[in-house]
């Protein structure tokens, strides 16, 4: 995790997830949520305040860390010395004749885009327009998946060459759909208080999360094993690779965050909409918010393993290459 390349993917992934994620949270999760409080203004001018600045603070880092990843990248590819990024025209050559380099700037393109949409989106005051909710979300999914093009997922011919990038968009897609939004999800049960309003804002929120990650769980499995057939492809690539090993220690992580999200759809939410009690409501909402901050520490996990995944030959092509010097 000390290589500059591997901690910048890291950073830019998790920065675009949280872009995005906090985009579909707001659209699909908090709006409806906070209609369902009754209105109490003080408490969703509270909580837009806060996706707002997760969003901000996300899409700034995107762009930060999205500027270092394009210079390391061009050192990188050209062998030239960081002071040369600069000087000579690396850059430029990176920029405009390398599919990196075109990724880069339609994403950068995305990543104005979505700085002018947000103003409307997150104005705590703006009447909420369908417009403006379906061009972000629209906008902010791009972002997200786009991110194929820059990894393992692209350069393959025929049928691979179209179903890897788009199993590879999709899995991008529904990552943010899940990990992305558990933060805003975490603040937002955080900011709730125990009366009925926020009560009630919390279990719409929640029943709502739910729903929407049992749908990412299920792409995120048909997507990854798309990606992982096309990259891994058999036992001996995925047991005796560094690849294969990272893949696998990913796998398992995806699986215990299952586990908790299972536990938290099968007992805590039920709980929290029979509503038993205010005692007991209370209870429950701190375990939620407890299990939904647990998840987004495996997801960071998850996340350095893919910046580190993308960097390394992939399972199939390291065995190739062990078996042809033997
Ligand atoms: C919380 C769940 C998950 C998250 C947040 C996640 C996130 C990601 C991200 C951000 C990428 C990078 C895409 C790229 O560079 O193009 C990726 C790639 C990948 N994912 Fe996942 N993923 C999850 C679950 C899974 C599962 C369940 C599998 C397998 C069944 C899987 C297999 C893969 C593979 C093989 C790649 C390609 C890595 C490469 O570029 O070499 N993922 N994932």
Not at 1 to 9: Q, S
Request: overall charge positive; glycine content about 10%; aromatic content about 8%.
């Amino acid at each position: 995790m000390n290589d500059p390349l591997i901690v910048t993917r890291a950073v830019h992934f998790a920065a675009t997830l949280s872009v995005a994620g906090t985009v579909f949270f707001q659209v699909f999760i908090a709006a409806p949520a906070l209609r369902s409080g009754g209105g109490d203004a003080a408490l969703s001018r509270n909580i837009r305040r806060q996706l707002a600045s997760i969003a901000w603070i996300a899409l700034v880092l995107c762009v930060i860390s999205g500027g270092a990843w394009l210079v390391i990248t061009t050192q990188v590819m050209s062998g030239v010395d960081l002071s040369n990024v600069f000087s000579e025209d690396v850059l430029g050559t990176v920029l405009l004749q390398t599919g990196f380099g075109q990724d880069w700037i339609a994403r950068f393109g995305l990543v104005v885009l979505l700085a002018i949409m947000f103003v409307p989106l997150l104005s705590p005051r703006q009447p909420r327009l369908a417009w403006i909710d379906v061009a972000v979300v629209a906008l902010a999914a791009a972002l997200a998946g786009s991110l194929a093009w820059a990894g393992h997922a692209v350069g393959a011919e025929g049928i691979e060459g179209v179903v890897h990038p788009a199993a590879d968009f999709v899995h991008l897609v529904a990552a943010a759909a899940w990990v992305g939004t558990l933060l805003p999800l975490a603040l937002l049960l955080a900011a709730s208080g125990h009366d009925g309003a926020s009560v009630a804002i919390a279990r719409t929120a929640t029943m709502r999360f739910s729903t929407f990650g049992v749908g990412s769980v299920a792409m995120l499995m048909i997507t990854g094993s798309i990606n992982t057939w096309y990259l891994a492809g058999s036992v001996p690539a995925l047991t005796e690779t560094t690849y294969g090993r990272l893949l696998l220690v990913k796998i398992a992580l995806f699986l215990v965050m299952v586990a908790v999200a299972a536990f938290n759809r099968l007992h805590l939410t039920p709980r929290l909409v029979r509503g038993a009690g205010s005692a007991s409501t209370v209870g429950t909402l701190q375990r939620l918010r407890r299990n939904a901050t647990v998840e987004v520490a495996i997801g960071a996990v998850i996340i350095a393993i893919v910046a580190a995944l993308g960097t390394n030959p992939p399972g199939f092509e390291a065995i190739v290459h062990a078996h042809h010097y033997h």
